[in-house]
């Protein structure tokens, strides 16, 4: 049951229905149905070559018949380790239209780190690209997995890139393939395109993905997203931005596929809209630049770090984007003067919303078109995602109208709950509410706005400090490009505020100019006591400013 009090609902744009009828299907049917209506629509761009829907969907049919030819069957988990690239949506679909479970894998893991997930998953098989190599043999040792599909990135780009690509595509060394693994050709095994058999299965019931996330309290887990979880998310974006044309927009897909963030917002939209996904395995600004300018990129899927990044080459007159309708940030908080700056500089229409893996991930975002862009909030929730927020000691008493507290969520897209974790499921799904770990305040139009997340919270001579406000100060100094604040240990205080700082090129700055101009903007216990100029700040595959690995680096000093 809903709560009775849904504010939001009022500052719906017009064309946006409160609620929506979700088709039970399975997941790889978007690609399949796609595939059907618009057969020789442009599917991907990767580096120039082009697949058609088409072309995607029977790539697809022919990996889920090889997979069932290897033995995998309904429920086997397969493991991806790519970069955005046709194989990856390739691999992807094909897994699910097995019944076969997706594992997502973050190429910039450490072969050790990679091991804990095969082996948690237990995942029997393993799809990866050359480049990747040496790290998944690394990972591959004492681990389920006894398949290796590897694909060349050569076989995707166009033929007179291919014998570049292959060069820089060879694995540094010799690669030793554990004993008792066998390595296959992705290429080879497409080559046969044979249908797949068919399998049955109850779409909100059955796992699609294990979305490997820290979640709520820290150690990577697999979140388990089902069938209809994905489709439903998917859905409710595609009602968003209720704009859009179908088989008329162009994606650019930066945003790497095993994040959550990207495989619903880049890949599965995308997918629903029929729409060209523009493909990037990094991101560099200029080689976005020249991506959007050259294909018409219509929607632009990010992260603040990115829109920091191209504001930064627009204010110098190095980047037009003035194809782009929107420009969506997620992944991490947005602060209020990155989303100015970008805005200024480019002319782009940009929104934030929020979202978790245990989520599908999106739960909340601002009015794309006929509504109110509320900066500095992650707006509104998505048709029948419901939403409230409690007390942080016990998340059950349901507080007033701006008090700030942990914000829970309900909806189709919530997880089934996470892979051999029944204690952690427990803690963070009750009642049928999620427990997102993040603190937050509604205001009384249904708007919500990050605090922080309530791990970071620092507490300061008894004072509550959030990194966010701390961080969004610094952000507005004409010299900083971007900014961590994180909480160290103090004798006296217990905790106080440390920030790092990446200044943009060409800028000079001291830090008694830093503290003096926060002095002016914050309570003095939320002043910083030192700060620390970097040239770079650590960050996660899509770009989130990583607050932890900063405050593990002071701890071990």
């Not at 946006?16 to 629509?41: G, H, I, N, S, W």
Request: aromatic share 8%; proline share 8%.
């Amino acid at each position: 049951m809903m709560t009775p009090t849904r504010p939001w609902l009022a500052k719906y744009p017009p064309p946006v229905p409160p609620t929506l009828v979700y088709p039970e299907m399975p997941l790889d049917a978007l690609l399949r149905d796609t595939a059907k209506k618009f057969p020789q629509a442009t599917a991907t761009i990767f580096y120039g070559a082009r697949l058609t829907y088409r072309d995607l969907n029977e790539a697809a049919d022919a990996f889920a018949w090889a997979l069932a030819s290897l033995g995998v069957q309904m429920n086997d988990r397969v493991a991806i380790l790519l970069p955005n690239m046709p194989p990856f949506i390739i691999a992807y679909f094909g897994t699910v239209r097995l019944g076969a479970i997706v594992v997502q894998l973050n190429p910039l893991l450490a072969p050790a780190e990679l091991r804990a997930e095969l082996q948690d998953s237990e995942a029997t098989v393993l799809v990866t690209t050359e480049p990747l190599l040496d790290k998944a043999a690394e990972a591959l040792r004492d681990t389920f997995v006894r398949h290796l599909i590897v694909t060349s990135p050569a076989a995707y780009v166009p033929l007179l890139m291919r014998p570049v690509v292959k060069r820089r595509a060879r694995p540094k060394g010799e690669v030793t393939i554990p004993s008792g693994v066998q390595t296959h050709d992705l290429e080879a095994l497409l080559h046969q395109r044979r249908r797949p058999p068919k399998v049955d299965f109850d779409p909100k019931e059955q796992v699609a993905v294990f979305q490997y996330t820290g979640g709520t309290t820290g150690l990577p887990k697999a979140a388990m997203l089902t069938h209809f979880n994905l489709v439903a998310n998917a859905h409710q974006i595609n009602a968003w931005v209720y704009r859009l044309k179908d088989g008329g927009e162009v994606f650019l897909c930066v945003l790497p596929f095993f994040h959550s963030y990207g495989m619903t917002v880049g890949m599965n939209l995308a997918i629903v809209k029929a729409g060209t996904m523009v493909l990037l395995p990094r991101f560099d600004p200029a080689e976005a630049a020249k991506a959007i300018a050259q294909h018409k990129v219509t929607l632009f899927p990010g992260v603040p770090s990115m829109y920091a990044a191209v504001a930064h080459s627009a204010e110098r007159g190095r980047i037009d984007i003035s194809s782009v309708k929107v420009c969506v940030s997620g992944g991490a908080p947005l602060p209020i003067e990155v989303h100015e700056r970008f805005v200024k500089a480019t002319g782009a229409k940009l929104v934030e919303g929020y979202g978790l893996s245990e989520a599908s991930p999106v739960t909340h975002c601002n009015p794309v078109w006929d509504g109110e862009n509320r900066i500095g909030t992650i707006g509104l929730p998505l048709p029948d995602t419901d939403c409230k927020i409690v007390d942080l000691e016990t998340g059950e008493k349901e507080l007033p109208l701006g008090e700030a507290g942990e914000l829970v969520i309900k909806g189709p897209q919530v997880m089934k709950g996470y892979w051999n974790r029944p204690d952690e499921t427990a803690q963070t799904l009750r009642d049928g509410w999620l427990y997102t770990g993040d603190i937050a305040v509604m205001d009384s139009d249904g708007y919500f706005r990050i605090v922080d997340r309530k791990k970071d919270l620092v507490i300061v001579g008894g004072f509550n400090v959030y990194p966010r406000e701390v961080e969004e100060v610094l952000y507005q100094h004409p010299k900083v490009l971007e900014a961590a604040a994180v909480g160290v240990k103090h004798p006296l205080r217990g905790e106080m505020l440390k920030a790092f700082v990446v200044l943009k090129e060409g800028e000079a700055a001291t830090e008694a100019e830093l503290i003096a101009f926060c002095r002016e903007r914050l309570a003095s216990y939320k002043v910083p006591r030192e700060i620390e100029f970097v040239s770079e700040l650590p960050k996660s595959a899509v770009g989130k400013i990583l607050r932890r690995e900063l405050r593990a680096k002071e701890e071990g000093k």
